[in-house]
Each structure stands twice: as structure tokens, then as C-alpha cells.
């Protein structure tokens, strides 16, 4: 009975394709409960968690695991302690931007910036396995060590860097901050078998294979979750506080702070749509939502 049961899982080991398996992948989550884009990500982090098994997503709060986020942090070289940062593999992200769909490179924090599909990406790379040789990630620190590159990042701390795979190859391309919307300051072509650097040149303009991203303003989301607070802080404040109303010596009552609210949710729609021209409607839409988990 025994032999038979060996010859079976001989057959078995030798008929089986291991890499046709996916592999398990821990996805670290860093994140605070003050933070709205937190919240749209930990909704987002279960449902990936949901559609893939091999996923498990370990939650990290920023104020009560310190010394493991410190770690995780060095580990990853990553710069900042801002949240919601994310780590797949050998990739870290930090923010969360739900209205993006591509990859990009903050040096200033030397991590990727964070969106659904760049992080499910992620995912999918490191679970179907396919990030064994170069992956997309390492073309960026790979790039970083190219003396153009240096030199660049010497005179810009803050830059940005996006990456094109075609034909084998990785174009990272490396951009000043102003200049993001329109051509690179340095292209790196890195072999995407061997991760050595092909060529670095300065281009004179936008280059078959590097795509621009679409960025965003985020200055009018800041400036409306400042001012929502400010408004319902003062709110609590004036209606418990029996000194304040001595020493303002004016009566606001509860329907007058009520339509002060109201003004101040129009003028700040008014500036999200102003200054999201590309989504409008929708971009106010999704900014509510990331919105309501943080005061509610």
C-alpha cells in the first residue's frame, strides 16, 4: 500500500508544473485613522484581498506600531512617515489617489505614488511570479545609479520618475516637476533580462514609448479638509464653551451655523471642480466618499 502511495506522488511531482501555482503575498498597509485616503484604500485593500486568495493584507496603524513601520520603512529606504503607505514585494507606495492609473516615482520620497491599479499590478507581478529577473521597479533604482541621473537628482531632490516597458526594454524617464506635462530630462534604457543600463541621453522632446502621466492638483482637496475641520471644531467650541460666547458676545444659533456650513461646501465644490477640470462632477463625487469615513 505504502509503494503505491509513493509511486502516486511520484507521478504527481513529476507531472505537476509548480510555477502553475500562485504564490502567497503579504501586502503591509500602513495607515491612520485621520486619513481619508486610508480609508479609500482599506476598502480597496479587502476587495483585493476578496478577489485574490493568494493575498493577505496585514494592517498597520501608524500610532500604534511604530517600531514595525520604522522597520518596514528603512527596509523599503523609504522617505516620510505620511500615510497610507503600502509594500508588495520589492515595491513601495505611499498615498492613495483613486482618480490616477499610473506609475510614477516620487525621489522625494523614494517610493512609487499609490493608486488601485498600480498596486494590483503589484500584486499580480509578484504572485504570478513574474518579477524574478528585473522587475519594473528595480529599472527605477537601477536608472538612479546613472551619472546623468545623479546629477539630475543633485539639482532636483524632488523629481519624478515614470517607466515604459517595450521590446525588452525598461525606459525610465526621469522629469523635473515643471516640466511634467510635456517631454523627460533624462532617459535610462535598462535591459530588462540582465538590469544593466543600455544608454542615458538628455531628450530634446516627448519620446516614442515614455508616456506623459496626467497629474492633479491637490492643494484644493488640503484646502477643503482644513476648512471642514476648522468650521466643526469651531462649531463644538462655541456651543460648549459658555467663555467663548461671553467674550465673542455675538448669539449664533444652530440654523446659522447650518447655512454657514452649507456656503462653505458649495465654495469648496465650486474649487475641487475649478481645479479638477479633467472629472469634474465625478472628482466630487469620489472626494465625498473618500470624505465621509474620516468624520463619520
Known sequence: MFSKIMFFLFLFLLFSNPADAGRNVTVYFVYSDLCPHCGAEKAFLKDLDITYKEVGVEYLNI?????????LSSYYGINGTSTPQTYVGDAAFIGFNDDADYLLY??????FLGNPRVIEDA????????GDNV???NAVDISGNDSLVKYFI???CNCFATVNFTGG???VAWWNNSRLRFYPDVVVKVN????????????SGLEEGVSVPRTESMLSDFIAYVSIFIYLVSYIIYSHSRRVKEKIRVEISDRQWLNGFIVLLVALSILLVYDHPHDGLDYLARFVRRLLPMYL
Open 63 to 71: 500610532a500604534l506600531d511604530e517600531e514595525y513601520i520604522s522597520e
Open 106 to 111: 516620487s525621489n522625494r520620497y523614494h517610493a
Open 123 to 130: 500584486v499580480l507581478l509578484h504572485v504570478m511570479g513574474w
Open 135 to 137: 522587475s519594473i521597479y
Open 154 to 156: 543633485q539639482r532636483d
Open 169 to 171: 526594454i525598461y525606459l
Open 192 to 203: 530588462s533580462s540582465t538590469g544593466l543600463v543600455i544608454e542615458s541621453h538628455h531628450p
